[in-house]
């Protein structure tokens, strides 16, 4: 197959262009020059006059008209044609009017031709000027238009420009693959040697995959794009069958496995790969991309690194289905509700509860979090699983405050979804109401990520409900995408250290002095420092010895039901 060099490039810069104006144009604005030049020369030597809207009109008027009109086509050559238009008005009035001009001057003694010459004079200034504005504009435009494409770390075209060049070949009803690309580990490498260097790896990564794409080194068109992270999108075109695809693939592939060099270390990366055929697997941008993401999710969940093509069943398999009926039946029978685990200070002082979501089935048999949560996620039903705990966690508080005075809190999980509802603070405040209790008693949890997407966004709800009262934590601290300056950034009260650190904290001084840090780093910024996952007194000898305030285990606490939190919350 024969393909136009650096094809990248070339689409990168086609993506957005506004459609052409018809050469019928250039060529109705020269017909158009022609007349009104005729009629200027025609109208100048005619005597007499013209009754024009029942008034006498002397035809030595009409030549400033109509050949105003002929400045005016000109001006719309080079302001519509640019280039072209300002090269065919130079040669308009420097092979036609011009010389007319001034032979009419110099040999036929015409001394009118003297108000001609300037004012074509000023027509080339003028058509200069917008030629000159217009080409500046241009390349001011086509920056702006390749920072708008373009992924700025590596250069590739980013989400956007991948969304437009499947929005414009839909559009087209052109036959084209996704294939969507997840680096494995890219995590690890990141917490381990640092953002700075996981940034190089990508580069690298995107250097070689740009390289064979613009060396055309597969038998197909290939557009490879960064959609954000370690996730990549390979938009394949000009293939004959599915085999094509696949040896497209397997070359993208064999390319990324081969060894990268960084900093004198040796690096072998693998990924999982998910394709999408239009129009077969999705007919639509959206459909397109998130079924090709699909099957990417289900050969990492199958732990392949052969590229999986999408089908209905990896969307929405059977098991899945089940859960979200059952999740829709708990949250209409209200069996959804929370467990409540106690929370303790070092020294064995019950300070408050987190409430677990826990969910029957209409059999009365418990399901796993593990299994509904991420159903429940994919299905848009958190933030109803969430309000439904929430709810529950404040009338547990409102029945503590009838029988006595306490300063327990109770924490309760807030999914990012959830959080960025529109109605999430009228929601919550309507709860407090409802129990009639203050802010203060609870304790609204965070995970790292919510600062990822929508920074801003999240640091408005997250100081709105600092303004109600509520306290906020920031939980599983370490396992997402820690931050120093969004830490600093959010107005939190409390660190959460998740359990994998506490598991392995006694194995070796490097995990006990990870922890330490944590714990450090929290009090620096005056949080308070929670251990979740206790379940030994060595762990809790090793926590009291590095400072953590709270502890949070089966070694003082399992998740409780209601009744049986109540009764420890007076008791204390």
Known sequence: MVKNRKTMDNTLKNLGRVTPIPKSLFVLLLLLYGIATFLVSRCAMAQGSTMLFAREIPNSSFPAVFSSLASLCIIFLVLFFRKAGYIASLLLLFLYQFPVLIVGFLIRNNVTAIAGIFSNLFTLISITIVYLIGRKSEKYQYKIHMQAVTDILTGLPNRFACGELIDNLTRKNEKFAVLSVDINNFKGINDTMGHEFGDGLLVNIADRWKSFSDQNLTDTDDFVARLGGDEFAIVIRGFKDEEAILSTISIYKNALEQKLTIDDTDYFM??????????????????????????????????????????????????????????????????????????????????????????????????????????????????????????KSAAFVSDILRQRDTDITVSVNVSVRHLMKNNFIEETSAILEKYNIPANYIEIEITESVMIDSADKALERINSLKGLGFKIAIDDFGTGYSSLSYLNTIPSDLLKIDKSFIDVMNNDDSSKAYVATIVSIGHIMNLKVISEGVESPEQVETLKSIGCDYIQGYIWGKPLPYDKALEIALAA
């Open 270 to 391: 693998t990924a999982h790969f998910g394709y999408a055929i239009c129009p077969e697997d999705g007919k639509d941008t959206d459909s397109i991309i998130s079924n090709a993401n699909a099957a990417m999710h289900e050969a990492q969940r199958r732990g392949t690194s052969n590229p999986l093509r999408f089908t209905p069943d990896i969307l929405r398999d059977e098991k899945n289905l089940e859960i979200e009926r059952k999740i829709r039946t708990a949250l209409s029978t209200d069996n959804i509700f929370p467990y409540l685990q106690p929370q303790y200070d070092i020294t064995h002082k019950l300070i408050g509860f987190e409430a677990l979501a826990r969910m029957k089935d209409e059999d009365g048999r418990f399901i796993s979090p593990v299994e509904f949560i991420p159903v429940a996620e994919k299905a848009g039903l958190v933030d109803r699983i969430d309000t439904c705990v929430f709810a």
